[in-house]
């Protein structure tokens, strides 16, 4: 039974962060004009996404806080890493989906949040989630480490290459300005 949940987590998680990192990027391209067919794309497709990634991230929650659970009982053997490590990679995950779980609120329940904690300000909590939820990944993430190193960089280097064009389009910086 232990080792079918941590298979099942594991494979919660490989599809939770892809999925997380999609709706990120989809939310940033979602307000801006100015991207033209990757704003409309975002348009058409973050808001089921971001539910998509969510429920996954509630499925990957659950069962790790069971795998979590047969770590701690001693009913499976320890990760290759020390317990205290472990835990704190646990934390931080908990971290991610607090977070997470408060930008859904913003987005679902926007009149719950009053100034300054407007629905928008609470919906940029995804970004914090999923700075978290990298961390998480990167920490105790352990299936494709080999994996994991060389594209994790460059993917959140791409996400934030994309949120501060964003934030110069944002602030009235046009994108080209080659004389026409």
Not at 37 to 50: D, V
């Amino acid at each position: 039974m232990s080792q079918l949940i941590w298979l099942l987590d594991r494979g919660a998680a490989l599809v939770t962060y892809p999925a997380l990192y999609l709706a990120v990027l989809t939310g940033i391209l979602y307000n801006t004009e100015s991207f033209g067919m990757l704003h409309e794309a975002a348009q058409r497709i973050h808001i089921e996404l971001s539910v998509f990634a969510m429920i996954v991230t509630l499925l990957h929650a659950g069962l790790g806080v069971l795998d979590a659970w047969f770590v701690a009982t001693g009913q499976v053997p320890a990760p290759a890493y020390s317990m205290p490590y472990f835990l704190g990679g646990i934390a931080v995950g908990a971290g991610a989906l607090l977070m997470l779980v408060v930008a859904v609120l913003g987005f679902t329940d926007a009149k719950r949040f009053q100034r300054p904690w407007g629905p928008r300000v609470v919906h940029s909590f995804a970004y914090a989630g999923f700075a978290f939820g990298t961390i998480h990944a990167a920490a105790i993430g352990t299936d494709l480490t080999g994996l994991i190193r060389p594209l994790l960089g460059p993917s959140v280097a791409f996400l934030v290459y994309v949120l501060l064009l964003r934030l110069l389009v944002l602030r009235g910086i046009p994108p080209n300005t080659t004389p026409g």
